[in-house]
């Protein structure tokens, strides 16, 4: 007897092929996580995953892995299969060409050379292609890309630490740890699934941090520092280590763009308080960082607030209160923002919250 297929039997096929997409995450920027699998009489024969940038797609991965022959299998796939040249060929093509009678796609492609071409090439080739299973888990998986790709913007993450009272630390002058180790784990997990980390001058000054992924597996995002008048001492570990690249934003009015073999120099209009965060983000996303994590102080991450570059905040809370405490955390999620994770870390709370957004298919 041939096995009956059912909603949740193609929600489990689209999970794991949203869990294959998730390993590609910190080698694929700024193309999309994507992961495949092929099932065949119910069972799956093969799957794949976007693994790096430049490299064979999740739906040739999972063909080359198909232990059956893939003719009239079905295939699962969180984002829509590209249609055009790239880096590689189409997707759509080799699905074609390798026999494959049904697919399943999470959500449209938002790029506007893909966007709804892909699934019409399927269906010209009389393939069978259903849209929207696990729509709403193949969405927030790309969020980041989602927005770039269709901006040119960098999906944007402001991250603070607080005491229960809301303050971050005694003053702007001292650094002070406030969360715990777990806090700290998940910390670099933000970094590991973050395209760009960005600090200001104050916070490179006095922490001197690293800023790399070291406590989960993952690579070390772009370093990004706002020194508007670049004073930042040549001396800062970040310039020496090589473990990841360093680009820092200046005053246009004060200097040209130039380049050094430790950082890039990008300059940029100055505003009332610092440097135009709007100017910034957009030359991130020209230089294709898709995912941008804010680690700054006080004074960055109102800046960012003020300017109405934030999409996700992610705030974690300590137990203890701060003696002498002084120094605000300026992170308070707006009343028509969503939280989606409200959670103990350790001793510590943690709340994320994003935007409201529209749904993927009505932009």
Known sequence: MEPVLTTDIHEIFMSRALELARQGRGNVSPNPLVGCVLVKEGEIIGEGYHEEFGGAHAEVNALRNSRQD????????????CCF????????????????????????DPNPEVNGKGVEALKKANIIVHVGVGEEDAWNLNRPFEKWITTKIPFVTAKAAQTPAGFMGVDSDHSVWLTGEVSGRHTHQLRAES?????????????????????????NPTRVILDTNRTLPLTLNMFHDRKAKNIVFCSENRFDRNKTHFCDYIPVPEAENGLSIPHIVRKLGEKNVTSLLVEGGQEVLQSFLDADCIDRMVIYT?????????LKNPLII??????????FLGEDRVIIAEKGVECLQEL
Not at 70 to 81: F, G, H, K, R, W
Not at 100 to 107: L, P, R
Not at 318 to 326: D, G, Q, R, S, T
């Open 318 to 326: 300590a137990a203890n209160e701060l003696e002498k405490a002084e």
């Open 195 to 219: 395209d760009a980390i960005l600090i200001g001058r104050q916070t490179a000054v006095i922490d001197d941090p690293a800023l790399t992924v070291r406590h989960v597996p993952g690579e």
């Open 334 to 343: 707006p009343e028509n923002w969503v939280i989606t994770i409200e959670d």
């Open 85 to 108: 040249m790239g880096k590689t060929p189409p997707c759509t093509d080799t699905l074609i060409q390798n026999g494959i009678a049904e697919v399943y796609i999470g959500m449209l």
């Open 70 to 81: 893939p003719v009239d299998a079905t295939a699962y796939i969180n984002l829509e299969p």
